[in-house]
């Protein structure tokens, strides 16, 4: 249906300027002057007298006797809002009419044929006749332009009131191919612009054959496609779990220009039903956004091997604001829903949703105070697994900042000038459904000893609020730097931090009990922490140059280091009253610990201990200056960064040297091979001791280098490689845009957040983010311009404790191979080598079939074992005529549209 409403449509000139002959064309048409002859005529119209301009390079013949007036080559006709250009144009002012049409040279090619612009739109055609007095038109072998296709007819006659009839209609869905064997045909269209388009029977032709796809008749409303409201017919097929079904369909309701809404609805034959609420918004220039909501209701019989039995929801919400010259703007992020959505509303076209178990939201409102150096953000965030149960909500979170002052910036003295404060006000509420019992290590009389979770639902709220963190943070830094020895930098700074809370833990030891009571006292409590530190860095640089006439002309070696020196006093000291020392059992005459009475609070407690800490870093480049063919030189980048890291404490009782951290990174065959190493190396011994058959390996306070074990031991290791290859790299051409194809509106808004699968790490977007067709969907993009194309990464880690060693190593795999201009394969793999098993792998076959497309994805073994085939045809309007066939171990399902 909405296939033929676009095909008729007249009003389309701006889809129209996607064709470069009718741009050229209608550009002529407005700005061209011809050089030829000019002349007018006066005709009457309504009985009114008018003139119209007209134009010809060759010649204008004007026969007095009957008043006929003829205009060769490449002639132009000016009436108003009308443009008429054709090789041949004939002017009759005793009928008040106009014939114009082409002509074919001696190969048989057409020549000059009628271009025809008006308010309803513009027409190529055979030959036109054109009556000024009553504003009709006949039109032959016309050819215009609509969204996505191109309209024919082989005769077209117009009305005054812009309404027409169509005679041998025929839609082609294909913009490039005018001659393309898919289209709709119907004998007989009357088109009434503006309100309705009304059809005989119609056909869809496939090949030049019919098909049983067509009505015997047709009404269709005749309206702006982007205020198109109307019916989503369903989706049908066999689900193994759930049986037969009816899917997406429902009602799609533009409401204006501004947001549409779609609600949509499931049914299953054994018992399964779902709704979901679909929203897009786009108030231009302000924000936009998409909202998706989705309920189901799963059951089945008990007699099923699995029975079904719950209700899911799941919503996702996502705003984007236009924060151009404003001084706020708010942002959204959300994907939330039951944790068993995935588990029982499986999806056979995305896998990656199924076996993703973590998912995150984020709601951002935040701005800047005119006039001032505040700004401020209040926020809400939440965090669910669905794997553990465990959700995390922090709601609201406030913050005020105060950007950087320097108060003497004019001054003279370089320590003034540079001298600068900063100011951070944090606030937050955090809720989480894990009851934690703190770093207890001992028996508490009251309160439990281990984890527990509480089961999030509307009866346990007000559990879930008792054991809410809630609390806020003031930071205030000041500090300068100035030039030390000319090559040296200094930085002194100095903080304050002060955390505030509604309450605070009192500790009491229960002999009895052998156990501690904790209990929380309500009131206003306040603790104030503050740390000094000393800067000093520089750079060193080193040149060794190579004799005149080799290729490398130099290597130089760049050294950052950086040290600083850190105190901050004990906070256990009892003066400041943020530890309690007490007794946690009776062992001999009583073990003592200090406890904090902020332990396990939003923003922790003091800290326990004096430091006094000596930090150094020293970071290293190696770049070296090749001669090129041309006269100058360029610079190559041997090693990014090797860096090395660590501290001292001088206050520290034990183990006063931290663990020593190394980082590398660099790029090899001009940045094509990526690079990146990291270790961390325990400088202290170990000692292993067996007993009894048990073998125990413990850490002591002395250095390894001392004990003849070397440097020390690596506690951790990371080495990965990665490449991005394809046949254009070394032009700008092989970077794609990531911005949605198929221009601005409400039809690119309904893709939802999502994070790229083949990203380590990533998050649940929940559901199926497969959306249904009448959404944008951005993973359907295939670049048919890069021949070839592939991304291999291989990563390896390690790590060791004094229970044993871990190794982890993958390699992977994913591009796009175009077999031929019109066969394109992707592919997605990777293999584990410690589960010696492959990864998920997926492959997709994209086949360009013209007016048609083919798209198939394989999942050729593991959890999510699956096939679909979807052939359809390109053009927007017609997306819902397609075929499609999935098949997976979850369901066997067949459907078409």
């Not at 002052?405 to 000038?417: C, Y």
Request: hydrophobic share 35%; with cysteine; proline share 4%.
């Amino acid at each position: 249906m909405k296939a033929q409403v676009n095909a008729v449509k007249l009003d389309s000139l701006n889809t129209l300027q996607n064709r470069t002959n009718s741009l050229n064309t209608e550009l002529a048409l407005e700005n061209d002057t011809l050089p030829g002859i000019q002349d007018s005529a006066k005709v009457v119209v309504n009985g009114i007298e008018t003139t119209i301009k007209y134009f010809a390079k060759d010649s204008i013949i004007t026969k007095t006797q009957s008043n006929i007036t003829y205009l060769y080559g490449d002639a132009k006709i000016e009436y108003g809002a009308i443009n008429l250009r054709a090789e041949q144009i004939i002017i009759d002012r005793n009928t008040n009419e106009l014939t114009a049409r082409g002509v074919q040279d001696s190969t048989g090619l057409w020549k000059g044929r009628p271009i025809f612009k008006d308010p309803g739109g513009v027409y190529e055609t055979e030959e036109i006749r054109y009556n000024f007095e009553t504003q009709r038109a006949r039109i032959k072998g016309v050819a215009t332009e609509q969204p996505d296709g191109q309209l024919t007819g082989d005769i077209i006659k117009r009305n005054a009131d812009q309404s027409a009839y169509i005679s041998e209609g025929k839609y082609i869905p294909c913009l490039d191919d005018p001659n393309a064997t898919t289209y709709i045909k119907a004998k007989k269209i009357k088109v009434i612009p503006g309100k309705s388009v009304i059809t005989g029977p119609f056909l869809l032709y496939v090949g030049d054959i019919p098909t049983p796809l067509g009505l015997p008749f047709g009404f269709f409303p005749d309206t702006n496609e982007s205020n198109l409201s109307g019916i989503l017919f369903p989706k049908y097929g066999d689900e193994q779990r759930r049986g037969l079904f009816l899917r997406e369909g429902g009602w799609y309701q533009a409401w204006n220009e501004k947001i549409h809404t779609a609600i949509t609805g499931d049914i299953y034959s054994k018992g399964s039903w779902g709704l979901k609420l679909r929203t897009a918004y786009n108030n231009r220039y302000k924000y936009s956004g998409s909202l998706d909501i989705t309920y189901n209701r799963n059951r089945t019989p008990e007699t099923d091997e699995v029975p079904l039995d719950s209700r899911d929801f799941w919503i996702s919400w996502s705003h984007r604001p236009d924060s151009k010259g404003r001084n706020s703007n708010f942002s959204a992020s959300v994907t939330a829903g039951t944790s068993t959505f995935n588990q029982n509303n499986l999806s056979t076209v995305n896998f990656q949703n199924n076996v993703r178990s973590e998912f995150r939201s984020n709601v951002n409102f935040s701005g800047v105070i005119p006039r001032s150096p505040f700004s401020y953000a209040i926020s809400g965030r939440h965090n669910q697994n669905v794997q553990t149960g465990v959700v995390d909500i922090s709601l609201p979170e406030f913050s005020l900042t105060m950007n950087r002052v320097t108060p003497f910036k004019r001054a003279k003295g370089e320590i003034l000038k540079r001298l600068n404060l900063g100011w951070r006000f944090n606030a937050s509420n955090r809720v989480t459904n894990v009851v934690q019992p703190g770093t207890a290590g001992f028996n508490i009389a009251n309160k439990a000893v281990t984890t527990d979770t509480i089961a999030v639902t509307f009866g346990s709220l007000s559990e879930l609020l008792d054991n809410a963190k809630n609390g806020a943070r003031h930071n205030f830094d000041l500090s300068t730097s100035f030039s030390f020895l000319d090559n040296l930098t200094f930085t002194p700074s100095f903080n304050v931090e002060e955390l505030w809370y509604l309450e605070e833990l009192n500790y009491e030891f229960l002999p009895d009990e052998n156990a501690v009571r904790i209990d929380t006292l309500n009131g206003f409590s306040r603790a104030m922490t503050y740390s000094t530190s000393m800067g000093l860095s520089t750079q060193i640089y080193g040149m060794f140059p190579f004799k005149e006439g080799k290729k490398i002309e130099a290597i130089r070696h760049i050294m950052t280091p950086t040290i600083s020196f850190t105190y901050r006093p004990d906070f256990s000291d009892p003066k400041f009253g943020y530890y309690q020392t007490v007794q946690t059992d009776t062992t001999g005459a009583g073990t003592f610990r200090q406890l904090s009475i902020y332990d396990g609070f939003r923003f922790g407690s003091p800290s326990l201990g004096e430091s006094a800490a000596l930090s150094f870093a020293v970071s290293n480049k190696l770049e070296m200056k090749v001669r090129s063919d041309t006269a100058k030189s360029r610079k190559v980048t041997i090693l990014d960064n090797l860096s090395f890291t660590g501290g001292y404490n001088f206050l520290a009782d034990s183990f006063q040297l931290s663990n020593i951290n190394i980082a590398a990174r660099t790029s090899l065959f001009d940045r094509k091979l990526n690079i990146i190493m990291n270790a961390s190396l325990d400088p202290y011994t170990y000692i292993t001791t067996t007993t009894e058959g048990v073998s125990t390996t413990e850490r002591r306070a002395t250095l390894a280098i001392k004990s003849g074990q070397g440097l020390g031991r690596l506690t951790s290791a990371r080495f990965s490689l990665s490449t991005n290859l394809n046949s254009r790299a070394n032009s700008s051409g092989n970077q794609r845009s990531n911005t949605a194809i198929g221009g601005e509106g409400l039809n690119a808004l309904g893709d939802f957040p999502g994070e790229d699968p083949n990203q380590f790490g990533a998050l649940n977007n929940g559901g199926n983010s497969i959306l249904p067709e009448y959404y944008y969907d951005p993973n359907s993009y295939v670049d048919i311009n890069i021949p070839w194309n592939i991304r291999l990464s291989y990563d390896y880690s390690y790590r060791w404790s004094t229970t044993g060693t871990t190794t982890r190593q993958s390699v992977r795999a994913n591009g796009q191979l175009q077999l031929t201009p019109k066969w394109q394969v992707t592919y997605n793999t990777g293999y584990d080598f410690d589960a010696k098993d492959f990864v998920q792998t997926s492959i997709g076959l994209y086949r360009d079939l013209g007016c048609w497309e083919m798209r198939a994805n394989w999942i050729p073994f593991g959890t999510f074992t699956s096939y679909t085939i979807d052939i359809q045809i390109k053009a927007s309007a017609l997306k819902d005529l397609k075929i499609s066939r999935r098949r997976s171990q979850f369901d066997t399902n067949i459907s078409a549209n």
